[in-house]
């Protein structure tokens, strides 16, 4: 078991990023989404979650870090996403968190979504962790497009622009 660590942020850069990519110290948890009614397990939510020797670092710190390198960011996406689908838990819908700074790296963005496009039983949710504007109103047109369901993962995050986009919209299902 590793033991969970909440390292100053300054002290993770963006070789400790690399390292996890060679090491593979990457995994994924998948956190059940029960019915409240029945108890049953309706979906999973998949988690990254990243080591630097032996010691758990929360996802957002790794993310936050990896944020100053575009090409960086798309691999650690990238081999984030196939180890997620690949492991996934069969026969239940998953919930994979999607950054949309990915869609930044113009060069490679058909690749997320060839690797997705090859994926069923999903649902997007999309992530702000900057206040860095998107332009949400394309993405949300490419998704319907692709047919993919997309949620919005924490609604109403202080500084959302998604949540106040869809706010916006004539429905929004809640």
Do not use: W
């Not at 049953?40 to 998949?46: G, N, R, T």
């Not at 994926?119 to 993919?148: C, G, P, R, W």
Request: with cysteine; aromatic share 10%.
């Amino acid at each position: 078991m590793c033991k969970l660590t909440i390292p100053n942020k300054n002290l993770i850069d963006l070789q400790n990023i690399k390292d996890i990519l060679v090491q593979k110290n990457l995994r994924t948890k998948y956190q059940p989404i029960v019915s409240l009614a029945d108890k049953s397990i309706l979906a999973y939510e998949a988690l990254a979650r990243f080591y630097i020797d032996g010691k758990s670092i929360p996802p957002d710190i790794i993310f936050d870090v990896c944020h100053k390198d575009l090409s960086l960011f798309y691999e650690l996406e990238m081999n984030v996403k196939k180890h997620q689908f690949q492991n996934r838990p069969k026969k239940k819908k998953l919930f994979i968190n999607f950054d949309p700074h990915i869609l930044h790296y113009k060069q490679r963005t058909k690749e997320i979504f060839t690797l997705m496009s090859k994926q069923s039983d999903f649902v997007i949710e999309l992530v702000e962790n900057s206040h860095e504007s998107i332009n949400i109103e394309k993405l949300i047109e490419v998704f319907s497009k692709l047919k993919y369901q997309f949620a919005v993962d924490d609604f109403f995050k202080e500084n959302s622009i998604i949540s106040l986009y869809l706010l916006n919209l004539r429905s929004v299902t809640i």
